[in-house]
């Protein structure tokens, strides 16, 4: 049987019809609207999910969004985004649609897609981390979710790890999210910039129009040592926040996406190296976290939303 | 049916005979082996269980040590207290008593027999963080310790909140142990008095012939400034640290043990004031983690280590 998946992010509402197999068969998406009204975004949902539900027998209706969501009551407890302050969507969608909807944190299910068919298909754990604007994170245990007793859980770009350090969004100083997303790492690389007016950093910058999480690998590629220095601290506080994620969790594997993820093995063999140096037990623990790429991209929110609704 | 749960410390070996309740029906002790020599220990384990297990008839027999411990393949993976390196603990005490032994690390057994019995009983998820020479940590979901994929995890005094902090035992710097431990806490109280020598700390470490986790909390109590810092900073600390639990596990319940938290609502009361201002989408979350007390004491360990060998 095939189930429904949805992910609603800022920009747009994304669907897709998805195989047992987690595969997708067949998509469909709609720009959220701009108004950021609550109805005006359920009605949007509902267009996408009655698109796509037409003519198909589905097991079930699952969706991801941003922010904080109670699966339990069936309600968005804070998504400010789509306009939602203790939303239950659950309720609105099933009077639009008749479908009664599994809800999750859109990075807890995209974590739930690479942990059953993506980067970490076959780990007994994964957590998954999205090195973009924000730091996103799902932890996946057994096959299942971690949401904690709220829905609020696996917020590990929530922890601090520099006590009185950085301002985050969430109000917090020094969160992992304020030292490891792309937004902290174009942040250390315009500080670089200010201090070394003859760093390549400059010119890269100029061609591409704009200082992005690129610039810095790219100038180091290229034997400038400013951007050494950006992506030497960079890396240095990405392992920080991640051997605290193994200390914690000893997942079976954590996998990387977002924009700076894209660097590939330019940033996960430093890290690697760095995290079984911090790890506790190193050298004796004779099993290691694997840190690995996701696979999935884009289609992890529909595929992932599609698997929770297959779940108990 | 009883279970038998031994629980192996640095000074001694208790063990007891625990009903399905989760009560100690009868219990023996003898001294950990000074040497610590594997063997040695393992056959102090044994004379524990045979005297205990004598006209019995048990649903099965659990235990906690200290270290990293990997149940499923029956192996202490590191305990240096023990003289254990990567040992095969379970087939040592198959052979010296026929049981078939359940492993888990002691502050994760315990972790368990609070979540059953204790101070989070009925809770869906608890963490339990004890506050002594270091930063024990157990966490229990759905009625099960998160042990990873090596049995490694749950060590959340190994996670850094002060990158490039204090020095901690596992070798990095800044760990939560760091800052939140007994013996953090009198680190911060003797720097303290350092800088303070009118300070009533003098007098009552003086007192009781050492500093100890007390003196700044009693002599806060009775209108000391120099003291009234140290306890500020401590919990500060310890805050972050809590915090970072919250915003990753949103546990229902987190339960304090060890020599601090005997400070009980002295010391919870302005932590959970704390926490409050840190948690992730405080202000929207309906239901907030509670913090409380550990309730069992020593037994947790015991009743832990038996129910554990409870579980499937």
């Known amino acids: ?46 267009a996408v999910i009655r698109e796509l539900a037409a003519g198909e027998t589905l097991g079930g209706v699952g969706l991801g969004c941003p922010g904080t969501v109670d699966d339990e009551r069936g309600e968005v407890v804070c998504a400010f985004n789509l306009g939602m302050i203790h939303y239950d969507l659950r309720a609105a969608l099933k009077a639009r649609t008749g ?55 696996s917020e590990l770009g929530h922890m601090v790890i520099v006590e009185g350090g950085a301002p ?33 950093m400059h010119a890269l910058a100029r061609e591409s129009g704009r200082v992005d999480g690129r610039t810095a690998f790219t100038a180091r590629e290229r034997g400038d040592a400013a951007a050494a220095r950006v992506v030497d601290a960079y890396v240095r506080h990405l392992a920080v926040g991640v051997a605290n994620v193994v200390n914690i969790f000893f997942p079976e594997v954590i996998a990387f996406s977002g924009g700076v993820a894209n660097q590939g093995e330019a940033l996960l063999a430093p890290l690697q190296e760095q995290v079984r140096l911090q790890e506790f037990g190193g050298a004796y623990v004779s099993r290691h976290t694997r840190l690995v790429s996701c696979t999935l991209g884009y289609r992890a929110g529909v595929i992932g939303a599609a698997l929770l609704a297959k779940q108990e």
């Not at 949805?6 to 108004?35: L, Q, Y």
């Not at 999750?104 to 942990?115: F, H, M, T």
């Not at 245990?141 to 007793?149: D, E, F, N, Q």
């Not at 304020?178 to 902290?184: G, Q």
């Open 1 to 46: 049987m095939n189930y429904l998946g949805i992910d609603v992010g800022g920009t747009n509402i994304k669907g897709g019809v998805v195989s047992e197999a987690g595969e997708i068969v067949r998509e469909a998406s709609r720009p959220t609207p701009a108004g950021r009204d609550a109805e005006e975004v359920t009605d949007a949902i509902a």
């Open 99 to 153: 479908f009664s909807i599994r809800l999750g944190n859109d990075a807890n299910v995209a974590a739930l897609a690479e942990s059953a068919v993506g980067a970490a298909r076959g780990a007994q754990s994964a957590v998954i981390l999205t090195l973009g604007t924000g730091l996103g994170c799902g932890v996946v245990l057994g096959g299942r979710m971690l949401t904690g007793y709220t829905g609020a859980a």
């Open 168 to 200: 985050c969004s969430c109000g917090r100083r020094g969160c992992f999210e304020a030292y490891a997303s792309a937004t902290a790492l174009i942040r250390m690389t315009e500080e670089e910039m200010a201090r070394c007016p003859e760093s390549l």
